[in-house]
């Protein structure tokens, strides 16, 4: 079945550096996209989000991208810090009435001091 | 607001036995959620609700039941739990604006054992 899938499980990245982290999503109907941080042990929390017909959304110190022509998503942290440190997840939504999210595997971010 | 609350945190079960997992929220949001979470997994749509009065399946419905009489609660029940329904448990909630992509928040998690 159609699915939103992460290119790398794992990144690690220096203190103050940026990361980039990506997300490949297959059902082109989708139409809203949204990136959660989940800390250990802690519920997913929203991050940013994205509409289709945006390509770029900025928040602070956060960043997504959205390229519909290869139904690719990244988020951009900039001047990483030591909370940044978790895993992170795209979500597509797939339904047109209530949201139905199809969630990817997630990508843990280390930030190395 | 208390947001998104859910209980209990953690909990052991034998096979077979039944549960249910609360979930409550004080946000006055139409919608809610119920998903589960396997270790180093995305997260997987059990079922959802709409309203009060009104639910319907997600990904992975079978061995759940779900009933919604209040805008507020969402609980989850586990007629007969079975080793595959060890996972921790998440539930969200999202308002609904007229059309407009809403995000989810999500509860902190109910973590469950089935023996």
């Known amino acids: 079945g159609e699915s939103v899938g992460l290119h790398l499980p794992t990144l690690s990245v220096q203190e103050g550096d940026n990361s980039i982290i990506n997300c490949a999503y297959s059902n082109s109907a989708s139409d809203y996209f949204i990136w959660y941080k989940q800390e250990s042990g802690k519920g997913p929390q929203f991050i940013i989000d994205i509409r289709s017909n945006m390509d770029k959304r900025q928040g602070q110190r956060v960043t997504v991208l959205l390229n519909k022509t290869v139904k690719h998503l990244s988020l951009q942290i900039a001047a990483t810090q030591p909370g940044d440190s978790a895993v992170y997840f795209c979500a597509e939504n797939i339904s047109q009435g209530a949201q139905k999210l199809v969630f990817g595997q997630g990508t843990r971010l280390t930030i190395n001091p | 607001n208390a947001g998104v609350t859910q209980t209990p945190k953690f909990r052991i079960l034998k096979i077979g036995q039944s549960m249910t997992l609360q979930c409550a929220q004080d946000m006055n949001h139409n919608y809610m959620y119920w998903y589960r979470q396997d270790p180093g997994m995305g997260l997987k749509l059990i079922y959802y609700s709409v309203g009060a009065g009104i639910t319907d399946k997600g990904e992975v419905p079978n061995g759940y039941n779900v009933s919604r009489s209040t805008t507020e609660d969402f609980p989850l029940r586990l007629e007969l739990a079975a080793p595959s329904q060890t996972s921790v448990y998440f539930c969200?909630?999202?308002?609904?604006?007229?059309?407009?992509?809403?995000?989810?928040?999500f509860g902190p998690g109910t973590r469950l054992l089935v023996l």
């Open positions: 969200a909630s999202s308002p609904h604006t007229g059309g407009r992509r809403e995000t989810q928040y």
